[in-house]
Each structure stands twice: as structure tokens, then as C-alpha cells.
């Protein structure tokens, strides 16, 4: 199949993009105009055409993590309630702690006494959908309500997989890169190491939480990875053991009581660029918690911002941006809608064109109380060392600051944990995914002339709850490499739903194909 797909994509222009089965009304329709182009011998060519290009858009599209990915879960205890019940209550027994007091002769000593703690775990429903018109035909051109079945069963899987990773981002204590106190001052190469894993798992066993089979566990991505594999204790090991398996394998193996599992189910996962906020933050402004954005930049080319201040090319950039309750937008729109077609609701959108756009008149330092609706920029000299640019803009110095390519500063994220850290509940027997295949005029009086059919999964219970919160710790940092990775795969996420980029590297009769596919898979 491998290669039948790569044979597949020979055959079709590079610069092609692939399109969700989605319109503005949501529904997926195959338009009047395809459906009847086979009026002639020339209509019936660019049907067999158009059939070649949908057969590889159907084979090319998903691009999704595969299921190595899937790290989370695996690690997660599950605990099933009984039905009737809407809440899972844990109880943890205390031990009792030794003495070494003699007792007292003819005295009855006091007895010791019985202690616990509590903990409640909770669940929700989840679930996902997608409507077809009914000229989508499993005979027109492929079986594409199969197709995306298969594709909502992977969804089920990975949407499991995601909100695990949400529950322990919010049950776990935060440990930032450089004993920062939070991502505000965070820059490009603040990263973690083996030796900070070391000190955990000391501070774990003090905890008395138990490693998962003879290691503590850390979930990262493979941007850490590569830099673990350069960490002085693995260069060490190998020197000392004269292996060279790191290189080989580009994993540090098992040391210190440490495993790493790679994962790329994070912030950066394709086509997440659109949902996940990695440079957000919290501040406080006047007594409440307002939110902040952290954006980074590497000029690409010598600018002189301020009078008598000259940044060379390659000069590392930040900005620090504290929301007024305008720049921060949560949709349940149409802006919901991501560029593959899915539906995020409550997807929190920046508008950092806006934010660039106050980029205006003299630049001040960050205060220590902080304004809303202000920005700060900073920028690392020559030597790495973060200083304050300040001063009134030259006449082009907001040009040159808001047209570098700025993106979210991208933070990453790594679990560290042991024994008991997660529970992964539901109600017995309704915790798994149900799907759902629903056929034209099955809606009945809400379909009164079979137009529409769905396909879809419903998980009825799915929850997860920390059971020891010292069992579980989150590290936060930016991998050496985390800007050039998060950068290229954003555009090339964007190449692939940009449709005058592909028009205007297609001519002819390619170009005619193309739109012809467009307006049927939407």
C-alpha cells in the first residue's frame, strides 16, 4: 500500500492541496456541476481525470500522527464505575510512622489512629460528527463515508489521547527551564536536561512514589529528544561504556532510572498550529489574572529599530504582550473552523497582526506591574544576553520590527511521573467509542426528502483524575531546535490549504482539473 501511494503521488503536481470534505454550511457535497459532466466524449476524459486526482487526494490526505504517538493512555490506570453512579470516589489509606519510645511500665499507651484521604474523579460525553449531502454515492467515486469511518475511529483514539495530555497538564506542578517562574521570560535554548530528571526522581523517591516497572517515565517530544542525546551524562555514558546506540538510535536509552517515551501528540502535532496557544500565559494586572502572549521572531536581515541601535541578521527577538480583552478571541463560529475541515468549539484565536500592529512611536521596558494592552520587546545580544529595546522607532523601525516572521514562542512540554499518577474512568461498559452511520432520509421529517446522511462516534463516559499529584510533574522549555521545526511545519500546513498557491503554480489543463476536484470535495 506504501507503495502504490507513492506511485500515487508521482502522478500528481507537488504543489497540490488536499481539501476536508467540508463547506460553509458544513455539509459535504459533490456540486450539480461534477455531477453532470459526463455530457460528452471531452466531458467524460476530465471525469477520468478528475477520478485520478480524487483517488489521491482520498489516499493522501490524512496526514495524522500514527499510532506510535499514542503514549498517554497506556500509562493510566483504569478504574470503572458501576452504573448508577455519576462520580468515582477513591480512597487512600494512611501508613503509620515508626517510634522508637520504650513503653512505659503498668501504663496502656495511646492508641494510634485510623487515617485517609479522599479523591473524586468525574467524567463527560464526547463526540464528533460529519454530514454528507446525499449526491455523495458510494458509487460516484469512492467510498468516502467508509473512508472518513475509518478516519473518525482514529479520531476517537487521538481525542482520548489529547484530553489525558490536558488532564496532566492541569493536575501536575510546573517546573520551568533556567528556574524561570513562568513562560514570560523563556527564550530559544532554555532547556532541560538529564540531571534535572535525576533531581526529580530523588525528590520522588523522598515522596515514596513508586517507579512503573524500574523507571520513572517522561513523555517528551522528539525536538527534547534531540537534545538529550547531546546531554553531557549521555555522552558520558557512552564514553564510558563505548556504546554508541544514542547515535543510532537518536533515543538516550534507559539511565539513572529514566525512561523516555517520544511522542508527538503535543502543541506541535500537524495541523495543530491553528488550535494550540504554546506562547500563552498568565499575568496579573490590577489584582486579576489576565492573559499574555509570548512571541518570538529571528530577523532576516540587518534592521536598525531604534536610532543608534542595529540588530544584525539572525538576531533572536521577543515580545511580550498583555491582552485588553480584544486581542484574545474564542470562537463558536465560523471561525471554528480549522483549515482541514474540523470544528473546534470554544477555539481560542490571537490576533497577532493587530498586536504587531501597535508596534508605534517609542518602545519602553517591561514594568513590574503590568499594563494591559501594552507590548514589551526584548532581543539576545551577541554574547546571549537578553536586553531591553527602548526608545523611539527610527522611521522605518515598526516596519522592520512587525515584518519579521513572528510566532508564538514555542514552548514545550514534558511529563515526568511515576506509579498512581492518572486514572482513566468511565461507567462500566459505556467508555468506549460507539459509532454511528446514519443514511439519507433516515432523520425523517428533519430530512423530508433524503438529502442528508452522517457519519460519527459518541464516547457516552470519559474522564481522568490524578490520584497523586507529587506523582506527576511538568516541565516546560524551548528546545534548541523548537523554532526552526515549529516554523516549517506551520507553513507547510498552510501550502496545503492554500489554494492561489496551487493555482498559481498549475496551468492548462491541470489548472481545469483542479478546480473541477475543488468544487466537488467541498
Excluded at 48 to 67: M, P, V
Excluded at 362 to 388: F, R
Aim: proline letters at 3%.
Amino acid at each position: 500500500m506504501a507503495d502504490l501511494a507513492a506511485n500515487m503521488y508521482d502522478q500528481v503536481a507537488p504543489e497540490t492541496n488536499f481539501k476536508a470534505l467540508v463547506d460553509l454550511g458544513g455539509i459535504n457535497s459533490i456540486t450539480d456541476a461534477n455531477n453532470g459532466i459526463l455530457a460528452s466524449v471531452e466531458e467524460a476524459t476530465k471525469r477520468a481525470r478528475f477520478i485520478e486526482w480524487f483517488y489521491d487526494k482520498t489516499l493522501l490526505d490524512t496526514i495524522r500522527q500514527g499510532s506510535e504517538n499514542n503514549v498517554f493512555l497506556k500509562y493510566c490506570t483504569a478504574r470503572e464505575v458501576p452504573k448508577g453512579n455519576s462520580k468515582l470516589l477513591l480512597r487512600r489509606w494512611g501508613g503509620l510512622t515508626e517510634h522508637t519510645v520504650p513503653l512505659a511500665e503498668g501504663q496502656i499507651p495511646k492508641s494510634d489512629r485510623v487515617s485517609s484521604e479522599s479523591f473524586t474523579g468525574t467524567f463527560c460525553q464526547y463526540g464528533r460528527y460529519m454530514e454528507f449531502s446525499d449526491r455523495v454515492e458510494f458509487n460516484l467515486i469512492d467510498d468516502i463515508i467508509a473512508r472518513y469511518t475509518i478516519e473518525m475511529g482514529t479520531l476517537a483514539v487521538r481525542s482520548a489521547e489529547r484530553l489525558c495530555r490536558q488532564e496532566m497538564m492541569f493536575f501536575s506542578g510546573e517546573t520551568y527551564a533556567n528556574n524561570e517562574a513562568s513562560i514570560k521570560h523563556l527564550t530559544l535554548g532554555d532547556k532541560v536536561g538529564i540531571n534535572d530528571y535525576r533531581l526529580q526522581a530523588l525528590k520522588f523517591r523522598r515522596l515514596q512514589v513508586n517507579p512503573i516497572n524500574g523507571c520513572y517515565t517522561i513523555i517528551c517530544s522528539p525536538e527534547h529528544i534531540y537534545d538529550l542525546v547531546s546531554d553531557p551524562l549521555v555522552l558520558k555514558y557512552m564514553e564510558v561504556t563505548n556504546t554508541a546506540t544514542p547515535f543510532v538510535t537518536g533515543k538516550p536509552m534507559e539511565l539513572f532510572g529514566l525512561k523516555f517515551e517520544e511522542t508527538m501528540m503535543d502543541d506541535y502535532a500537524y495541523g495543530y498550529t491553528e488550535i494550540s496557544n504554546p506562547g500563552e500565559y498568565l499575568e496579573t494586572v490590577s489584582g486579576a489574572d489576565a492573559y499574555a502572549l509570548r512571541l518570538m521572531a529571528v530577523t532576516n536581515g540587518e534592521i536598525t529599530p531604534i536610532t543608534g541601535k542595529t540588530l544584525p541578521s539572525g538576531t533572536e527577538l521577543y515580545l511580550n504582550y498583555i491582552d485588553d480583552g480584544t486581542m484574545r478571541v474564542v470562537h463558536n463560529d465560523a471561525g471554528s473552523y480549522l483549515k482541514d475541515g474540523s470544528y473546534i468549539p470554544d477555539l481560542v484565536r490571537w490576533d497577532t497582526t493587530s498586536i504587531l500592529s501597535n508596534i508605534t512611536g517609542t518602545l519602553v521596558a517591561e514594568p513590574d506591574t503590568e499594563v494591559a494592552g501594552k507590548l514589551y520587546i526584548t532581543y539576545k545580544d551577541t554574547d546571549g544576553v537578553i536586553q531591553n529595546l527602548t526608545g523611539a522607532l527610527t522611521t522605518t523601525g515598526d516596519t522592520d520590527l512587525a515584518s519579521q516572521a513572528w510566532t508564538q514562542l514555542p514552548v514545550h512540554r514534558s511529563f515526568m511521573f511515576g506509579k498512581d499518577h492518572m486514572i482513566k474512568t468511565g461507567i462500566s461498559g459505556q467508555s468506549g467509542a460507539k459509532f454511528f452511520v446514519k443514511e439519507a432520509g433516515s432523520a425523517g421529517v428533519l430530512d423530508p426528502i433524503n438529502q442528508r446522511q452522517s457519519i460519527g462516534y459518541k464516547i457516552n463516559t470519559l474522564g481522568f483524575t490524578c490520584v497523586r499529584p507529587e506523582a506527576l510533574v511538568q516541565f516546560i522549555f524551548v528546545p534548541e531546535q523548537a523554532y526552526a521545526t515549529a516554523v516549517l511545519v506551520a507553513d507547510d500546513y498552510d501550502k496545503h490549504y492554500d489554494d492561489d498557491n496551487v493555482l498559481n503554480n498549475l496551468t492548462g489543463k491541470d489548472k481545469t482539473v483542479y478546480t473541477y476536484v475543488k468544487t466537488a470535495v467541498r
